[in-house]
């Protein structure tokens, strides 16, 4: 006998046989998935529980994962947060590391300077740039000069002093570089070479008629320079000479800097750590190259 069912979505009435009692179907109305009712032991009819479709439980597992959605929605918010914190942090990042960078450089030079000052104070004026023989014949460096000074007196004494930097005996001397030498912000030290040079020629510390004293020195001047390394070996002679010009640039052993971009460090003979912007007036940088000009230079703005 067939009996009525009504679609608990639509509420579409239909007469439904017997024989789909019990049984799931599409609503002829709606075309939902519902379930017939059914006969119990007594033969009378019980309505048929609900049938969950896809999309209810869709719905359903949505809702469930609604907590994972706020924090994942909250995760790429602080991603933002710090992305955001970092871009605008990151002028003061850099300027921190170049600053770090440039100290390494600033400190290396100022352990060379105390030991020329040293050597100025134990022998009257600085070291000579090259170191003659008899013959006129140049043979090393004043890197070699100072070596008891910064603590190296056994390299020292290894030395043939009579012998060019590259004899035998002092090619092994060679490969015993003091790390004071060169810039931990090359690759200087692989090759044995320097970073580190003086400036010399008529006007500076060192002009052709021999070095000076450090009681000759009336103002702030440049005693080191930071370079690219282009000596054979930091035995080797070899300084940047002002009668070729001397100005911020690229060329090993001939401009000052190539280190960093924008700058170069230096250290004066009173042994002052001093950054100089590769944009500084030719006249400043004149005045401190010069020992005695009378000049007036203000440093601390280098510092």
């Known amino acids: 006998m067939p009996f009525e069912f009504i679609c608990p979505f639509c509420h579409h009435r239909t007469k439904v046989d017997d024989r789909y009692a019990g049984q799931t179907g599409p609503c002829a109305g709606c075309g939902k998935t519902v ?22 439980a869709a719905r359903s597992v949505s809702r469930s994962s609604f907590p994972m959605l706020i924090a994942a929605a909250c995760s790429a918010t602080a991603l933002v947060a710090l ?14 590391a170049l600053l770090a960078a440039q100290n390494q450089d600033i400190d290396n030079m100022k352990l060379i300077a105390k030991a020329l000052n ?23 460096s004043w890197r070699v000069l100072i070596l008891p000074f910064l603590g190296y007196e056994s ?20 490969s015993k570089m003091p790390e004071e030498f060169a810039s931990p ?3 200087a030290m692989a090759g044995f070479q ?5 400036i010399i020629g008529p006007g ?21 320079v930071e370079t690219k ?9 070899g300084d940047i000479d002002i009668s070729q010009g001397v100005r911020p640039g690229n060329r090993p052993m001939k401009d000052l800097g190539g280190l960093f971009r924008d700058s170069f460090t230096a250290v004066s003979a009173q042994e002052e750590g001093l950054r100089i912007p590769n944009t500084v007036p030719g006249a400043v940088l004149d005045s401190l190259i010069s020992p005695n000009g009378g000049e007036k230079v203000d440093v601390s703005t280098f510092k």
């Open 185 to 187: 912000n090359s690759d």
């Open 35 to 56: 379930a017939m009712p059914r006969y119990n032991e007594r033969g009378v009819l019980e309505p048929a529980p609900l049938v969950v479709t896809r999309k209810t």
């Open 118 to 140: 040293e050597y100025a104070d134990r022998y009257g004026t600085y070291p000579p740039p090259v170191v003659y023989d008899d013959k006129g014949t140049a043979l090393y």
């Open 155 to 174: 390299l020292y004494d290894a030395f043939q002093l009579d012998q060019p930097y590259d004899s035998a005996n002092n090619l092994q001397c060679m």
């Open 204 to 224: 500076t510390l060192f002009p052709p008629s021999g070095p000076l004293s450090s009681k000759n020195i009336d103002d702030p001047t440049l005693l080191l």
């Open 229 to 237: 390394h282009g000596l054979a070996s930091w035995t080797e002679p």
């Open 194 to 198: 320097t970073n580190y040079a003086l």
């Open 83 to 96: 992305i955001a914190v970092v871009w605008m942090a990151w002028p003061t990042i850099q300027k921190r």
